[in-house]
Nanobody, 126 residues
């Protein structure tokens, strides 16, 4: 059973940075793509970023382009989301999810992601 655990959330001032980690366990290979999603209070969950199996393909939602960077370290079974220049509107619970379908790229939709972590809270406030 694939398990994902997020960490690295917290309270940060506007303009600050955080690095989220998604530790993956219970899978014998690294043949999965990872998506980061977030859900703010009272809003629908949205896809923030994703990274392909190889790590060569990444994608970001427009609101975080140029500020967030996704990466993966397959030796550590961990995917990272470096978040810079944080804004109050980035406040949300952040989730990582795994797509094990073998897609060459990574999906912007939730449906292919069959394994989810429990989330980590990110609060951007002065």
């Amino acid at each position: 059973q694939l398990q994902l655990v997020e960490s690295g959330g917290g309270l940060v001032q506007p303009g600050g940075s955080l690095r989220l980690s998604c530790a993956v366990s219970g899978f014998t290979t690294d043949y999965y793509s990872i998506g980061w999603f977030r859900q703010a209070r009272g809003k629908e969950r949205e896809r923030v970023s994703c990274i392909s199996i190889s790590g060569h393909y990444t994608d970001y939602t427009d609101s975080v382009k140029g500020r967030f960077t996704i990466s993966r370290d397959n030796a550590k079974n961990t995917v990272y989301l470096q978040m810079n220049s944080l804004k109050p509107e980035d406040t949300a619970v952040y989730y990582c999810a795994a797509d094990v379908s073998g897609d060459y790229y990574c999906s912007g939709d939730e449906s292919p992601y069959s394994y989810w972590g429990r989330g980590t809270q990110v609060t951007v406030s002065s």
